[in-house]
């Protein structure tokens, strides 16, 4: 997708997570956290091995 539509994307997340709301994202490739860590800031990183190919889970919390 444009990097401009992701990025309203991201940020009407940020606008409607409630505070400790957790907004989770997984994904094979690292293109969420880069285009949200701008918005959201580090996360939280985990990986699912018992996924075929394994995935990467990404978790945000709002303060």
Known sequence: MPQ???????????DVLAPG??????????????????ILGEPEVSAEFL???PMRVYRWRKR
């Open 51 to 53: 996924n075929v190919p």
């Open 4 to 14: 401009e539509v992701g990025t309203r994307i991201v940020e009407a997340i940020r």
């Open 21 to 38: 709301g957790c907004f989770v994202a997984y994904q094979f490739r690292g293109a969420v956290a880069d285009r949200a860590r701008p």
